[in-house]
């Protein structure tokens, strides 16, 4: 009877505690990423296997496996491979940079080559050329890097000056018209010094091929930083999206997190800039689109970012490839043509007009 009794009166076995779902909306979010890894693969693939020379897929793929020295499989197991990865590495720092500044600045128009970053970036190149003489890709970084902090920084002490403080639409006029200014005055020293043109013109016009020898080993540990320093910030920054009070309520160090983000846009964009030229819309039409996809969770925003923004600049080089076959335009000449309608439908919706 005691045992009967013990029995009837114990608790009940505990059930095995099963792992936690992802939500609903996370699954969607999960598929929707490896949906956009499958593109850049085959963004990838077109960039390798497309160009201004025709060549056969199965000279292609003998080109990635078993090279025998031909002109064919140097252009693709050389040339096409290098620019390749030079696309994707400059479409996740550009894409990523985009997005944390609309994330710091709150405002969906910001963008590395609007806000004045790129523009500095470029600008301290072009004068390091001109000046110094600076010719390979280890020397452009510093200059890059220097250049993209006082872009910045310019920028933002213009535009917080007067009444209003720094309101979005106040950085962006600002930014655009120091993005003109310097533009203007790195054309006019590359027109007056010959030498100086010829080593600028392309890297001006925005460019992933012809790049010096090491540019992807010198650009990469930069954009690797950039990106670490990037997911660090992604928490934070979804604090700061309600509010620098609110965010200080929760604890979070304001001043750290946008210093954070500072440093990962100057080494994303810096590197970026050294290797490619200043190209411009990729930071701002794929962080955008990305929204509609992930909401406001900027942890989503920098991953999608991190996927698509490298296939918008292969997409672009590829089609500069098609366009004026047997030559070539430099993507970033191709980039304005696919940005432009972009930032012409973020101004007229009433979201951009209300800025």
């Not at 929707?32 to 693939?45: E, N």
Request: charged letters at 10%; aromatic letters at 4%.
């Amino acid at each position: 009877m005691p045992q009967a009794l013990a029995a009837a009166t114990a608790p009940p076995p505990a059930r095995p505690v099963r792992p936690a779902r992802p939500s609903r909306p996370g699954r969607r979010r999960l598929l929707g990423l490896s949906a956009a890894v499958a593109v850049l693969l085959v963004a990838v693939a077109l960039s390798v296997a497309v160009g201004s020379a025709m060549l056969p897929p199965d000279v292609v793929w003998q080109a990635l496996t078993a090279p025998d020295g031909s002109a064919a499989h140097a252009t693709v197991g050389s040339a096409r491979v290098d620019r390749t990865v030079l696309g994707v590495l400059v479409g996740v720092a550009l894409g990523v940079a985009g997005a944390l500044m609309q994330a710091l600045t709150r405002n969906p128009l910001a963008d590395p080559g609007i806000l004045g970053v790129n523009a500095g970036a470029g600008f301290a190149v072009t004068l390091g050329v001109a000046v110094l003489g600076v010719t390979r890709i280890e020397q452009y970084l510093p200059f890059a890097f220097a250049g993209a902090v006082a872009g910045a920084a310019v920028v933002h002490l213009v535009g917080s000056g007067g009444r209003g403080g720094a309101s979005p639409l106040r950085l962006t006029l600002v930014g655009v018209a120091f993005t003109a200014v310097l533009s203007g005055i790195s054309q006019t020293l590359a027109l007056i010094d010959t030498e100086t043109f010829d080593r600028m013109r392309f890297w001006e016009a925005g460019t992933v091929t012809d790049r010096p020898g090491g540019t992807v080993t010198a650009i990469l540990p930069f954009v690797v930083a950039g990106l670490v320093v990037a997911v660090c910030c992604a928490r934070p920054l979804n604090a700061i999206a309600l509010g620098d009070d609110t965010a200080r309520a929760f604890g979070l160090r304001v001043g750290a997190t946008r210093a954070g983000v500072m440093l990962a846009v100057t080494l994303l964009c810096g590197a970026a800039t050294a290797a490619a030229g200043p190209l411009v819309f990729v930071g701002l039409m794929v962080p955008h689109a990305v929204r509609r996809i992930t909401g406001p969770d900027w942890r989503w925003i920098l991953a999608y970012c991190a996927v698509l923004a490298p296939v918008v600049v292969l997409v672009a080089d590829v089609l500069g490839r098609l366009v004026v076959i047997p030559s070539e335009l430099p993507v970033g000449v191709m980039m304005p043509l696919v940005g432009a309608p972009v930032l012409i439908l973020l101004v007229r919706t009433g979201r951009a007009r209300t800025l």
